[in-house]
Nanobody, 113 residues
Framework: QVQLVESGGGLVQSGGSLRLSCASSRSIFSLYTMAWYRQAPGKQRAFLAT???????NYADSVKGRFTISRDNAENTVYLQMNNLKPEDTAVYYCNAWGSQYWGQGTQVTVSS
């Protein structure tokens, strides 16, 4: 059974940091580039970053320099380190096996001003 399970969200003050985790089943993690997205209230889901199996990363301009995506292939986990958070980063954050129908349930991140 394919599973993607996010964790690490929460409430943080502006300028703070959070690290999100997404644990995946081995059957997915070993095959896919992994991605993070977010969806703010009233907005469409937006791409944030990808990391290939080999570790090559790509970022949306909106988070470049503040967010870092990484993966641990031994632990089947992808991470999103988020620094210098802003109120506009408030959203539900999702991980995705890139280009697939496999999504996690999401984790809420709220940044207070």
């Amino acid at each position: 059974q394919v599973q993607l399970v996010e964790s690490g969200g929460g409430l943080v003050q502006s300028g703070g940091s959070l690290r999100l985790s997404c644990a995946s089943s081995r059957s997915i993690f070993s095959l896919y580039t992994m991605a993070w997205y977010r969806q703010a209230p009233g907005k469409q889901r937006a791409f944030l970053a990808t990391v290939t199996i080999g570790g090559t990363t790509n970022y949306a301009d909106s988070v470049k320099g503040r967010f870092t995506i990484s993966r641990d292939n031994a632990e089947n986990t992808v991470y999103l380190q988020m620094n210098n958070l802003k109120p506009e980063d408030t959203a539900v954050y999702y991980c995705n096996a890139w280009g697939s129908q496999y999504w996690g349930q999401g984790t809420q991140v709220t940044v207070s001003s």
